[in-house]
């Protein structure tokens, strides 16, 4: 079969969703959060999303430099994996050398892959990634949990004077990406990004969530997100969530996950998923007091990419 590739064009964003539908069995890691990854500030210059398709214009697979993440986002039908997939590591190989120096550069780009997809690791191992699972001090893995809706949840209240709601729309964008930067000791939330996220149709302002301080300060968020799945149940995810350091105390982000998961659950979600690093026990042990369990080991491959100031 013919496969040509193409550029990206914001129209594209319904089919590369029905890409990432379409290969669910093979990898459902960031598939219900991808308006939000969709939203994100890489997506400002389309040479950093690159799109396979047939001769009568079917989109087979995409890749996206996702630099606010570090990461190499991507999705592919899964009866064209093997033929494809190394042509869009090699893409992304590509790209992330050209980039090297200026604003959607990064020193170090990363893939996430379920430990279980071995030819997948193959792939990124010819095409020079290192998994990062034994590297020392440094070493790192993640876990996909799912809790299923019909676990029991318990509701847990806000202490008195604190509010978890939704977010107040345009009116407190800049106020979650003051809150969010300083969770995550990052500059990559921008308001832009936030902004887009509150206008795309998978957007549900009841699953935005926050909670205010008795002061007015927004302390905790957690986004939920819904992902039909044609005549099942919809699938959940949660992405982010965070507290400010100086509110974790009051168990802030447990309040504003409960609610979340509550909203999700009363929508009719099936199960909802989330994505955690391994080692970080907090997040771990937050996320199985609410009744996630680990249902996939997952493998963080790294590929090194110095500046060219660096390499000569």
Same mark, same amino acid.
């Given at each position: ?25 093979? $990898? ?45 986002? *991507? ?18 190989? %590509? ?18 892959? *379920? ?49 978890? #709601? ?21 500059? $990559? ?29 927004? %302390? ?12 099942? %149940? ?46 970080? $026990? ?13 249902? $996939?080991?997952?493998?963080? *491959? #790294? ?10």
């Amino acid at each position: 079969m013919p496969v040509s590739q193409r550029s990206y064009t914001p129209s594209d964003l319904p089919a590369m969703l029905g890409v990432a539908q379409a290969a669910a069995s093979v $990898n459902n890691l960031h598939l219900v959060d991808l308006p939000y990854r969709f939203s994100s500030w890489a997506f400002d210059d389309p040479e950093n999303i690159r799109l396979w398709q047939d001769e009568d214009g079917r989109l087979l697979a995409w890749v996206a430099l996702q630099t606010p993440f570090w990461t190499i986002d *991507y999705a592919c039908l899964p009866d064209l994996e093997a033929a494809l997939h190394p042509r869009l590591l090699a893409w992304a190989d %590509a790209r992330a050398s050209q980039v090297s120096g200026g604003p959607y550069a990064r020193p170090a780009w990363f893939v996430s892959v *379920y430990a279980s997809q071995a030819q997948r690791r193959r792939d990124l191992e010819a095409a020079g990634f290192q998994s990062q699972a034994d590297v020392g001090e440094d070493s790192w893995t993640k876990v996909q949990m799912r809790r299923p809706t019909d676990a029991p949840l318990k509701p847990y209240a806000p202490p008195p004077g604190y509010e978890v #709601r939704p977010l107040r729309g345009e009116s407190e964008v800049e106020a979650y990406v003051e809150l969010h930067r300083a969770v995550f000791g990052s500059k $990559n939330m921008t308001v832009a990004w936030r902004q887009r996220t509150l206008s795309h149709p998978d957007y549900s302002p009841d699953l935005d969530l926050v909670v205010a301080a008795p002061d007015g300060r927004l %302390a905790a968020f957690c986004i939920g997100w819904l992902r039909p799945q044609g005549n099942a %149940a919809p699938l959940g995810q949660i992405e982010p969530l965070g507290c400010r350091q100086e509110f974790r105390r009051y168990a802030l982000g447990r309040v504003a996950l409960a609610e979340a998961l509550r909203r999700l659950q009363g929508r009719g979600a099936q199960s909802i998923l989330v994505e955690t690093d391994n080692y970080r $026990n907090t997040a771990l042990s937050l996320y199985e007091s609410v009744g996630f369990v680990v249902i $996939n080991e997952v493998l963080v *491959y #790294r590929k090194d990419y110095p500046s060219p100031s660096s390499a000569s």
